[in-house]
Structures are given as C-alpha cells and as structure tokens.
C-alpha cells in the first residue's frame, strides 16, 4: 500500500468507529477484509487511526472540524486525518489526491490550513472539556505533561521471568529473534522493546515464558508489594493474570487468581503454564475464605485514565454518570477484597487511573468506613515512561 492508501484506509476505519464501532473491530473487521495489506501496512494504518483518537481534539480542529467536544466526537475520519498529519509536520497535499486509484480525494478550498490560530489547552491538551478542571485539579503543577504524555504512543514493555531467565539472558534471547531490548529503571525486571518489537510473540523467550508482556508502571505495582515465601496471596481481580504472574515470579506463594468475569481469565492457565508458575484458578467467589489470605490484590476496574495511551477511546467514552458508577463498583470491590484478608495481613488497592476520586478519595472513603489503616501509598506518573497507576497498602484494624 501507498502512505495514501494507508491514509485512505484510515479514514474509512475512523469513520466506522465514529458509527458506534468499537477501534479493534473496526480494525480487525478491515484486515478480514483486506488481504492485499501487508503487515506492515496493517501496522502503520493502526498506527494511523490510535494516533488520531490520541489526538481527536486537536486534530479535528486542524482538520476544520471544530475544537468543541461534541466537534471532535462527530468530526469524520477524513478530518481526523488531515489534521494529524498536520501536525506531525506532513503536507497533506501530497497525500490527498495523490497519484494512483487508492488516495483521499483532493483538498478542497475550505480545507485550507487554518493560519495564525492558537489551540486552547485543552484542545491542544487533546482533554475532554468536562474533565479538565478535575484533572488540573488533581494533577496540579503535572497536568500539562501528563496530559501531553498521554496523546503520544505508549512503549512496548516485558518483564523478565526471574524463574526463566535473568535480564542479561532476556536480552539476549530476544536479540537472538531480531528484537532489541533495553533495561527500564521504573522496574527491577523491565525491559522496553525497540526495533523487532512486532516479532515478540514468534520469539523463543515469548514462547519459553522467558518474558511476558506488561507495562513497566504494572511492573512497579507488583515489585512494592510485601511478597515473601510462603504467603497466601489472592489476585482478587485478576483479569488476564499479568499481575497474578508477575508475583508468582517474585516468591513462592500459595497464589489464588479470581475475576468476577471468569472468561477475563481464560488465557491463565496457559500463561502460568509457558511461565512455570502455578496458579490455582478459582472464579466461584464461594471458594474464597474469608480472612483466608495474608495478602489480597484488588486491581480495582476504573476509568483507565492511566492508560488511555492504549486505550484512547476510553478518554472519549468516559462520562460523570460513568465515573460515579465506576466509584461505587471500586468500593464495593475493595470492601468485598478486604474480607478475605487474615488477621495481620495486607490489602493492596490498585488503579490504572490518575484520578483522585478513584485513587486517593477512595482508599480515604475506605479506610474512614472500614477501621482499615493506609500503611502506604505511590503514584506512577506516565512521564516516567510507563502507565499512570495507584497503589495502597491497607492494614486491617487491630483485634480483627
């Protein structure tokens, strides 16, 4: 495919995600049907259309859209892309109408580069307008650079499997596949992937548990727990197990994994297998004892704010009614997490969410209803290079 084909077939992806479809359908649904695509055109056209819903604000309004929220939600795929390139320093000229059968259609006159306008903050921010005061308010001083982080491409990361391997033998082996990879300082077992990144899951370490993907703020999540030998641990929301495995590989616990969707967990049972780890599968929340666990792992579900670098949708999609009812689920999930803690033990709670409300105010809300104390808390900012996360260690009151 030409960059403009790439480009035309982003438009019309875009276009069906603005229909209603969710990104990843749209995109599979695109590649079904389209098998002269490559692999590396199926790449940059996702590439193309992530980028674009990273930066829906901003590019709809330099594509002549509008820069209101409601602009933005109903700017076509073709405005989407105009202004993207625009803004990664691309003529759009050269693209739409370009030469052969498959390109964008010529520019039109009122499609002209918008000259000497100054986006607002927020759009230029690619925030949502009815989150940006919440936001300022909870990052303070860090809402420019969290925000601007989060409109880019979030890095590739693994982690070592200390089990298999040690980082020096991970690098290796991935090197050995053609996928170069370098040590992350935000956790002891992360590496970032570089060049070769594509190939990780053809890869012998892939295939040998000798890594695992997860991002490298997940990573420091489960690095600041109090893991020893010999705890029983329960992954309270398990959910594909990326945690569930990460601390299976720090110490040998007694590990139970729950998800209240247990298809979430479909995929552990092999991943704990490749990873040499054994992880004891319970969906039933009637097989979990109360006050049966020395530590308890609550993955809270929550807006992902985090991770919209990943998930860039979720930052479109997020409304108050939705972030309310995600507040109430995140109590009724830690409150439920916390019975099956044991005397001395330790609940952890845990976010992919920069939002105080479902961070902060929420473990303050806990622990004034519960008697549980805050023992210690982290943020992991995603300037650091990793998702933004939230963790709290929460001890249960005395005599209990």
Request: aromatic share 4%; glycine share 10%; proline share 6%.
């Amino acid at each position: 495919m030409t960059p403009a084909a790439r480009v035309e077939a982003a438009i019309a992806i875009l276009d069906r995600i603005r229909g209603g479809a969710p990104a990843e359908q749209a995109l599979t649904n695109w590649a079904r049907a389209s098998r002269f695509a490559g692999s590396g055109d199926r790449a940059a056209v996702r590439d193309h259309v992530f980028d674009a819903l990273r930066r829906r604000r901003s590019a709809a309004a330099l594509g002549g859209a509008g820069w209101d929220d409601s602009d933005a939600a109903d700017a076509p795929g073709r405005a989407l892309m105009l202004g993207l390139l625009r803004q990664q320093g691309i003529d759009p000229g050269a693209v739409f109408g370009a030469a052969g059968r498959h390109a964008p259609a010529p520019l039109e006159p009122a499609e002209a580069a918008p000259s000497g306008v100054e986006l607002p903050q927020n759009v230029a921010l690619d925030c949502p307008e009815w989150l940006a005061p919440r936001l300022a308010a909870d990052l303070g001083a860090r809402f420019a650079p969290v925000l601007g982080v989060l409109r880019e491409r979030a890095g590739i990361f693994v982690r070592v499997n200390a089990r298999r391997a040690d980082r020096a033998a991970a690098i290796a082996a991935l090197g050995a596949d053609g996928i170069a990879a370098r040590v992350h300082p935000l956790a002891p077992e992360a590496l970032e992937l570089g060049a070769g990144a594509a190939r990780l899951r053809l890869s012998r370490a892939y295939a040998e548990g000798i890594v695992e993907l997860q991002d490298a703020a997940s990573q420091s999540v489960v690095a600041a727990l109090p893991l020893c030998d010999g705890m029983r641990v329960l992954d309270f929301c398990a959910g594909g197990g990326g945690k569930t495995l990460a601390m299976a590989a720090r110490a040998d616990l007694s590990l139970v994994a729950h998800d209240a969707s247990a298809a979430r967990m479909h995929d552990l049972p092999l991943r704990a297998a490749r990873a040499g780890v054994a992880v004891d599968i319970r969906p039933d929340p009637r097989d979990l004892p109360a006050g049966g666990f020395d530590l308890v792992l609550a993955d809270a579900p929550c807006s992902g704010s985090g991770a919209w670098r990943r998930q860039p949708e979720a930052k479109w999609t997020l409304t108050p009614a939705r972030l309310a009812a995600l507040g109430q689920a995140q109590a009724e999930v830690l409150g439920a997490a916390a019975r099956h803690v044991a005397p001395g033990g330790v609940t952890a709670y845990a976010t992919c969410s920069i939002l105080r409300a479902e961070n902060e105010d929420a473990v303050a809300a806990f622990v004034a209803r519960s008697g549980f104390g805050l023992r210690q808390e982290w943020r992991f900012d995603p300037s650091a290079g990793g998702d933004g996360f939230y963790l709290a260690l929460l001890d249960p009151p005395r005599g209990a």
